[in-house]
């Protein structure tokens, strides 16, 4: 059966094949514009999530606890390193969390953070008296593989290999010291990332004696004064309190019944959204709206015009098929323009931001694409078949010979 | 004459009565509606979230099973008992309190499956980390949980008996681990002691409510449900001989299970440690059997999607009776000639929910904008309750010619006019509770109550708008329906019940 009406939809689509191919480049056009944003958007997206388990990795192993001024942590367009905005966190607290915590155990260590002159973040670690720059900071400040100081510290990942996207080329290591004399940064803490044994205990301890707000949300940042946004999850917190000193995300940690996916993603979905939701952002999704109406609009005309044939097809009682001769059209119509979108999308991609072309993230956005397709598929038919069920089969023959 | 169409006299019975008796076949058993029943409430994040609220769950587990499981439970029995018919909530209300009524019921009572499921997607791929150690990037996480959707919509589109045949063989794992947390508890317990101070006095145990209000209103919300295997009321073998072993040992268990998992994770993970999602899973690695994680995590991974299976096929038979009834458009009528599934009705939801699930991840503050949702749908959840709860006090008096019957009311709430208001009285505190504590206990932390009633509030006012505009849109089609004419349309799918039953 499932052969015989895909062989009624090929024949119906080919039947209208101007229409048919009409709509599916107009279809796919709208799905190339949304692969275009989808890759811009997942490479902002990248890059911070890079960034962030590098920190995570390198800095802290399994860090589990970040700690920040109270004005969070934003991501750096510029650099690509995340960063603290306009604050640092305070050295004695900093140093108490670090060395006098119970039950915590230091991982990390100092950050300095962006200089004014120079848009290059550092991170820095204690253990190993070394810090990291990426690629982009290395070509800014004419580093390269000949200098004389980098060669002196040979790159040493060995947190990094089980991300190759980062890997040796794409971030660089060098002595503490000699980076901050290269770049002329201060030795300020940013932040400090750890890992304590017992989240809970830092939550109902630490937090509470250093009145730090414990969250799991990465959007949460406290702005000192009255009017406060980030509300207590400590106690100690509640009011907003002006002296509050910090931020602490948990970030293997989920806190109640808040967090249905991890830190993480929910950090990802910040600066993903960011992206998509610029004016190109809302534009890519009006197109893909367009192209669905475009389908539709053709979908209705040719039901119009096969009013006969379903006109037979209820009045001998398969109507109850005719709901899957519509999704088997639509589906194929779909999946040929997605297909059609797929490649123009790559080629828009190579030819407008050839920078930006990277397999990898094609294919994520490839896969987040298809995520639309059911819905499309689905309401592609299910309105048109709408339209057929309100006539009786003896309307649709009439109309039909009329 | 089948049990539905024994309830009212055939001239004054609606679509919703006269078609689906005639159409769908009846396929579900006793053990099948066990098996609905608990798994429909029983959520696998639930004891993990309720062990952190410490000792004290276990008060407030018993005062939600009291004020709002049992009275719930039996106000549904009764309901179900006098209008075995498909759509359960839809029927009841329509023939109680209107047609506006109806339509409501079915609408509130129908609108949550998207809150559900797609947090059901989300503890789905909790598990899957959980027991492959992977770290989902937001791509694969949204991804997985589309996947997931599409996935359980495919399994749905079979026929009933087959998609029951496969949550009825993911049941018996589930059950089984769920009460070995118990054990792995009690292990730990006996061996390293219990990681959660077990308590010095009786008095640590009883709920206190200006605390813990919010954890009852969780507790509510984990006993949502009761109402929804009566959606298929056609589809069951006889619901008057069946539903009362659903409705008392479905709540047995699940009283049982609830307690259980919750003691044993208690005892094993410290109050307030215990993962919101995925504990009873993680909750054997906290007991001294790491090894345990992966395999058990696994079968939750397949348990729940045999949950939002359930889900699918149970929620969409609720669309397909308001078709019918032409509340919504026809097309959610589509019944496939060979499964007999409302093939319309599930797709319609596994596409609703694939774009709530790309919406909730095109949001920067992720956390609040899910947490918002939910608790505005548990909002709706519990209006939906009163659809079914009030209707009992109404169709005493209003039916009492068919309570006179002892064939056709073969149960009803014992202890007279008094027992009814009494369970009445109950379910509706206890409902009208856990509705107070969405609004003034927020879920999430880090939102204060004047920042988050509003949301919530306007969520549900939506909600309900969007409901009052299909049902206004589609109040001339459903006025003007030509009961013959339908009859005959429908003939050609009739069911040759001596076979079928």
Known sequence: LIYKFFKMAIANLLRYGTRTALTSVGLALAIAVVLFVNVISLSFESGAAQVYRYLQMVQAGVANVWVTPTTGINLDSSTGFFTTEGGTLPESLADQILKSGPGIKVVVAALPGITTTRPVTLYGRSDRQTAAINQAAK????????????????????????????????????????????????????????????????????????????????????????????????????????????????????LGRGDLVTFDVKLAAIYFNQASSTLLGWLAKITLGLGFVLMLSAALLSLEERRHEFGILTAVGVSSDVLYLFLLESLILFIGATLLGIGIGILLLQILVPTLFNWSIILKSVVLVICYLPPMVIFGSLIPAQQLLRKSPLELLRTATA | ???????????????????????????????????????????????????????????????????????????????????????????????????????????????????????????????????????????????????????????????????????????????????????????????????????????????????????????????????????????????????????????????????????????????????????????????????????????????????????????????????????????????????????????????????????????????????????????????????????????????????ADSDHVTWKIPGGSFGVWLTVIAATIGNTVAIYYCFMAPWVADMAVSAWAPQVGTVVAVGIILGLAIYLMNLKNSQSIDVEDELAQYAVLETDKSEAT
């Open chain 2, 1 to 403: 004459m089948t049990e539905a169409t024994r309830a009212t006299p055939i001239d004054q019975q609606s679509l919703a009565e006269l078609i689906p008796p005639r159409i769908l076949p009846r396929v579900l058993g006793r053990w099948d509606l066990i098996v609905i029943y608990v798994s429909i409430i029983f959520g696998s994040y639930a004891s993990g979230q309720m062990a952190n609220a410490g000792w004290q769950a276990i008060g407030i587990w018993i005062l939600a099973y009291l004020l709002f499981l049992l009275p719930a439970g039996l106000c549904s029995l009764e309901m179900g008992n006098l209008f075995p018919d498909e759509g359960g909530v839809y029927v009841w209300a329509s023939k109680t309190m209107g047609k506006l009524a109806g339509f409501f019921g079915g609408w509130l009572s129908w609108l949550p499956v998207f809150g559900a499921v797609v947090t059901w997607t989300a503890i789905i791929t909790s598990y899957l980390t959980t027991a492959t150690g992977w770290e989902l990037e937001l791509w694969q996480q949204v991804s997985l949980q589309v996947l997931i959707v599409w996935v359980s919509v495919g399994i749905a589109l079979f026929s009933l008996r087959t998609a029951q045949n496969m949550v009825n063989k993911l049941f018996y794992p589930f059950i089984f681990f769920a009460a070995l947390t118990f054990f792995a508890g009690l292990f730990h317990a006996l061996t390293q002691g219990s990681a959660t101070p077990l308590p010095n006095s009786f008095s640590e145990l009883l709920p206190n409510l200006s605390e813990n209000g919010a954890v009852f209103a969780l507790a509510v919300l984990l006993l949502l449900g009761v109402e929804t295997p009566f959606n298929m009321g056609v589809e069951i073998r006889s619901v008057r001989r069946s539903a009362p072993w659903m409705v008392f040992g479905g709540s047995l268990m699940l009283g049982v299970l609830y307690l259980l998992t919750t003691t044993g994770i208690m005892m094993a993970t410290p109050a307030g440690e215990a993962d919101p999602y995925a504990a009873l899973a993680k909750v054997y690695g906290d007991a001294g059997f790491p090894w345990l994680v992966p395999t058990v995590g696994m079968i939750y991974v397949l348990t729940n999607l045999g949950q939002i299976v359930l889900y699918q096929y149970a929620y969409a038979r609720l669309l397909f009776v308001s078709g019918i009834e032409r509340h919504f458009p026809k097309v959610f009528t589509y019944l496939d000639p060979r499964t007999r599934t409302p093939v319309a009705a599930i797709l319609l939801q596994g596409a609703v929910m694939t774009l709530i699930v790309l919406v909730m991840y095109s949001n920067s503050n992720l956390t609040n904008a899910t947490q918002v949702m939910l608790a505005a749908l548990t909002v709706v959840w519990c209006l939906s309750n009163y659809f079914f709860i009030f209707p009992v006090v109404i169709a005493r008096r209003k039916y009492a010619h068919l309570y």
């Open chain 1, 139 to 254: 070509h800014q400040l004419n580093l390269n593989g000949n200098d004389t100081q980098l060669n002196q510290v040979p790159v040493q990942f060995d947190l990094t290999e089980s991300l190759p996207e980062i890997g040796a080329g794409g971030l660089i290591e060098l002595p503490l010291a000699t980076a901050q004399k290269i770049l002329d940064l201060p030795a300020v803490v940013h932040w400090v990332m750890l890992k304590s044994p017992n989240v809970v205990e830092f939550r109902d301890t630490i937090a509470q004696q250093q009145n730090i707000l414990v969250t799991t949300d990465p959007t949460v940042k406290v702005q000192t004064g009255p009017a406060q946004t980030g509300q207590a999850q400590t106690g100690q917190a509640q009011a907003g309190l002006p002296d509050q000193r910090g931020i602490a995300y948990l970030l293997r940690d989920r």
